[in-house]
Every structure is written in structure tokens, then in C-alpha cells.
């Protein structure tokens, strides 16, 4: 089992850059895939993007490619969303989630993940 805690998000202006993190309890971090994910107001959550239990494989939205990169760090049992070129509809609440996996697999639903934070807000003014 594993505990998740984001931190990082804020109100920013659009264009600027944010990093959320994402602190995991446990000595078992590396067996799991991580995902990031958002919710806005009224709106479903939706998949950010992924990374696989070594780093080495990462999945992302088509519309966040090229601005948003996962990124993590096994020691310290982190792992990081930069966001870069923000817009005003990138404001919703950041979730990242884990999914215990070995493998490459691209995982983009809600119900692939079992374990959840709690979110942290980030906030994009036009």
C-alpha cells in the first residue's frame, strides 16, 4: 500500500510554469506506475499523463505533450509534474495516483489506478 501527497499547485499567471509534486509513503515505491491526472469544475477527471516504475517509459495527453513532463525520483520517493506554458483551462485540481505495475503498460483510466492523493489546486489567470 502506498500514500500519496501532491503539493506545489498555486494560482499563476498564464504562460508561467508550475511544479506540482507528489511525496509517496512506503519503501515499495519503484513497483509502481504513476499517473497524474485532473479534475476541473464540472468536469470529469481526466489522465495528464504516466510514468512507468523506472522512469523510462512516459505516456501524455495529446495536449500536453510538449508543455507538461513527468518526471521521478525512486530514492526519494517522489515524483514531479513540470508544467510549462500554462493556459487558463489548465486550471482544475492535479491528482497523482499509483498503480503497483512492472510493466510499460500505458495506463490512462481512473479505475487502472487503486491508490489516490487528495489534489492540490492550481489556478490559471488570463
Known amino acids: 500500500q502506498v500514500q500519496l501527497v501532491e503539493s506545489g499547485g498555486r494560482l499563476v499567471q498564464a504562460g508561467g510554469s508550475l511544479r506540482l509534486s507528489c511525496a509517496a509513503s512506503?519503501?515499495?515505491?519503484?513497483?509502481?506506475?504513476m499517473g497524474w491526472f485532473r479534475q476541473a469544475p464540472g468536469k470529469e477527471r481526466e489522465f495528464v499523463g504516466t510514468?512507468?516504475?523506472?522512469?523510462?517509459?512516459?505516456y501524455y495527453t495529446d495536449s500536453m505533450k510538449g508543455r507538461f513532463t513527468i518526471s521521478r525520483d525512486n530514492a526519494k520517493n517522489t515524483v514531479w509534474l513540470q508544467m510549462n506554458s500554462l493556459k487558463p483551462e489548465d486550471t482544475a485540481v492535479y491528482y497523482c495516483a499509483a498503480r503497483q505495475s512492472y510493466s510499460g503498460t500505458y495506463y490512462y483510466t481512473v479505475a487502472e489506478y487503486a491508490y489516490w492523493g487528495q489534489g492540490t489546486q492550481v489556478t490559471v489567470s488570463s
Open positions: 512506503g519503501r515499495t515505491f519503484s513497483s509502481y506506475t
Open positions: 510514468i512507468s516504475w523506472s522512469g523510462g517509459t512516459k
